[in-house]
C-alpha cells in the first residue's frame, strides 16, 4: 500500500511521486524495495523536486499491468491530482511494464495528464532523441521478458520429456529438489485406496470418507489442507502420474516418468472402467437408487403390496400404552391392512427357511464355483499373454505417431486425435486383460462364507444390518417381495438364485440355461 503524505495546497509544482516494485524473484540487494527508494530520493533531490507519495508493489510480475492493484491505484492518483503532480520517478523503466505496449499506453496517459515519467537509472527525457532511446529501453525490457519465459518453457518442456513432473505432485507424493518423491505418510494409504477402487465396491464418497478417517488431506496452494470430496478423488483416481506416467495437456504427450509408480498400468485402466461404469462385473449394490434408511424398518421398499405394486413404508403407531411400528401401502389401495412389523419379520424369517438350498445344493454350488474359479485363472493367464502383445503394437503405433508430429507430418490437431484413439483403445485392452478382483478373492475362505451364509438364509438374515439385509435380498428378490396379506405371495426369485436352487432339485445344472419353478423345501424331499 502506499505511504502517503498528501496535504500539500493545490497548484503547487516540483512535487514528484515515486513507484516501487519487486517481483518475488528479483528479492535481491541491487532490487529491493529500499535501495530503489534511496536511488528515486536522490534523483528527486538531484532535480529539486519533492516527494509528494511513495507507492510500493511488492511481489508482482511486470509482464502485465493486471493484477498489480498499487500501480493502478497510482495512476488513478496522478489523475486525479495531476494539478499537483510534475514528475512520476521509478528506478528503471521495466518496473513500470516489461511489455513495450503497456508501458507506451501508460506513458500517453500520463503525457496526457502533463506527468513527467523518469528512470533514475536510465537517460529519459522529453528530446526526440531521449524519447526513441526511452522506447528502446522498453523494447529491451521486453525482449528480456520474453527470453526469459521461451527460456522457463523449454525449461519445462525438456523436465517433462526427461519424465519429470512439472507443479504440485499429486496426493502420496513429494517434491523434493524437483524431483517426486514417496511421502511416507500418505503413500501407503493411496495405494489400499487405489486397490479399492478396483473391486469395484466402494464409491468416490466412500472413498473420501475413509481417507479423510485416516487423516489424508488435500493439499493447495499455500500449504493448505482440506478435506478429501469425491470430485477430488475423481481427479486423482483419473491421473495416469499413480501408473508411472508424466501426461502432458499442453503438448499432448505422455511420457515414462522417473518417480516410483504407486500401481501397475492394468490397474489404472481397470479403475477407470469401474469409474466410466464400463465393466459389467462391478454391477454393487452401491450403484442402485438412493433410499433413505430407516434401521426400524429394514424390510421397507423391499415387502411390497401386491395389490398395486407400490414398496412397503414403515411408520410408528402411538397407542394408549405404547408405540407400535407397522408397514403399511403408502398408497392406502386398500388391499390389506397394515403390517405389524413383528408379523412381517417372523413371516420373512418362515419363508427364508423355506427358500434356503439343501446342503447338497449348497455343496454341488461350492464345487461349480471351485471350477469356474480354476477355469478364470487359466483364461486370464491366456488372455494377459495376447494382450501384451497387443498393446505393445499400440506403443509402437503412439512412438511412430510422436515421430511423425515432430518431424511435420502430422499436425499438432491430427497427433491429439489420432493419440486420444491410441489411448482409449488401450483403455479396452487393459480392461479386458485384467482380472485382478479374482487374484485378490481367498477361495477357501468365500465358499465357507457361502456355506455358512447360503445354506442358512433366515439365522443370516437375523444377523444382518440394514445394509447387507438389502445386498441378501436383492440378490434374491430383485424386483421385491409381494405381501398378500396375510404372507408373501410368490416372490420372484433371481435367474442366479432360481439356477442354484434348480440345480439342486436336479432340473437344471448350475451355469444351463434352463430353469424350472422353484418349489420350498416343504414341498421337497431329500
Known amino acids: 500500500m502506499p505511504q502517503s503524505s498528501h496535504g500539500k495546497t493545490m497548484g503547487q509544482t516540483g512535487r514528484a511521486v515515486i513507484y516501487l516494485r519487486v517481483s518475488t524473484e528479483e528479492q ?91 528512470s533514475a537509472t536510465e537517460p529519459t527525457g522529453e528530446t526526440p532523441t531521449e524519447k526513441f532511446v526511452e522506447t528502446m529501453l522498453a523494447g529491451f525490457a521486453q525482449m528480456d521478458n520474453d527470453v526469459r519465459s521461451e527460456r522457463s518453457r523449454n525449461g519445462m518442456k525438456a523436465r517433462f520429456m526427461a519424465g519429470l513432473y512439472n507443479g504440485r505432485t ?31 465396491t466402494t464409491t468416490l464418497r466412500a472413498m473420501a470418507d475413509i481417507l479423510n478417517a485416516q487423516g ?13 470430496r469425491s470430485q477430488s478423488l475423481s481427479r486423482i483416481f483419473s491421473n495416469k502420474f499413480y501408473a508411472g506416467k508424466v501426461v502432458s495437456k499442453r503438448y499432448g504427450m505422455e511420457v515414462q516418468g522417473q518417480h516410483t509408480a504407486m500401481i501397475t498400468e492394468e490397474q489404472f485402466y481397470l479403475v477407470q472402467a469401474v469409474l466410466q461404469g464400463r465393466n459389467k462385473l462391478f454391477q454393487t449394490v452401491s450403484q442402485t437408487r438412493r433410499n433413505k434408511d430407516n434401521p426400524d424398518f429394514r424390510m421397507r421398499r423391499i415387502a411390497k403390496c401386491s395389490g398395486c405394486g407400490q414398496s412397503f413404508t414403515g411408520g410408528w403407531s402411538k397407542g394408549r400404552h405404547a408405540r407400535y411400528a407397522y408397514y403399511f401401502c403408502p398408497k392406502r389401495c386398500g388391499a390389506g391392512p397394515s403390517v405389524p412389523l413383528d408379523t412381517l419379520e417372523e413371516a420373512t424369517t418362515l419363508h427364508l427357511t423355506d427358500v ?13 464355483l471351485r471350477k469356474e474359479y480354476c477355469e478364470r485363472i487359466g483364461n486370464l493367464q491366456n488372455r494377459r499373454s495376447k ?43 487393459h480392461v479386458a486383460k485384467n482380472d485382478a478382483v479374482i487374484e485378490k478373492y481367498n477361495l477357501e475362505a468365500i465358499t465357507l462364507f457361502i456355506k455358512q451364509k447360503l445354506g442358512n438364509l433366515s439365522d443370516t438374515y437375523k444377523n444382518s444390518d440394514l445394509a447387507q439385509t438389502r445386498a441378501l435380498l436383492g440378490s ?9 396379506y396375510p404372507g408373501y405371495s410368490n416372490p420372484e426369485f433371481s435367474p442366479f438364485y432360481r439356477l442354484i436352487v434348480d440345480a439342486g432339485q436336479g432340473n437344471a445344472p448350475i451355469g444351463g440355461r434352463q430353469t424350472f419353478f422353484v418349489e420350498p423345501n416343504s414341498a421337497r424331499t431329500g
Not at 511481489?59 to 493486471?66: E, F
Not at 497387443?390 to 491429439?416: C, T
Not at 489420432?418 to 482409449?424: G, I, W
Open 28 to 118: 535481491v540487494e541491487n532490487y529491493s524495495l529500499e535501495t530503489q527508494e534511496n536511488i528515486c530520493r536522490k534523483e528527486a533531490e538531484r532535480r529539486g523536486l519533492t516527494v509528494f507519495d511513495i507507492f510500493r508493489e511488492e511481489g508482482r510480475s511486470a509482464k502485465t499491468i493486471k493484477g498489480r492493484p498499487v500501480l493502478i491505484e497510482m495512476l488513478e492518483f496522478c489523475r486525479k491530482h495531476k494539478r499537483e503532480i510534475d514528475t512520476i520517478i521509478v528506478y528503471r523503466l521495466d518496473r513500470i511494464s516489461r511489455q513495450t505496449a503497456d508501458y507506451l499506453a501508460i506513458r500517453k496517459k500520463l503525457t496526457e495528464c502533463e506527468i513527467t515519467l523518469v
Open 170 to 200: 499429486p496426493l502420496g507424493y513429494l517434491n523434493q529438489d524437483g524431483y517426486a518423491s514417496i511421502d511416507p505418510k500418505t503413500f501407503d494409504k493411496m495405494k489400499a485406496a487405489w486397490d479399492m477402487m478396483a473391486t469395484g
Open 216 to 228: 489424508v488431506r488435500e493439499r493447495r496452494a499455500g500449504g493448505k489442507e482440506y478435506l478429501l
Open 356 to 368: 434356503s438350498p439343501s446342503t447338497k445344493t449348497v455343496n454341488l454350488f461350492v464345487a461349480t
Open 387 to 429: 494382450a501384451d502383445g497387443d498393446i505393445k503394437k499400440v506403443y509402437e503405433l503412439r512412438q511412430a505417431l510422436i515421430e511423425k508430429n515432430l518431424s511435420g507430418i502430422y499436425s499438432d490437431e491430427i497427433f491429439k486425435e489420432q493419440n486420444a484413439l491410441l489411448e482409449e483403445k488401450l483403455k479396452v485392452i
Open 476 to 484: 434374491i428378490y430383485p424386483s421385491g417381495m409381494p405381501w398378500g
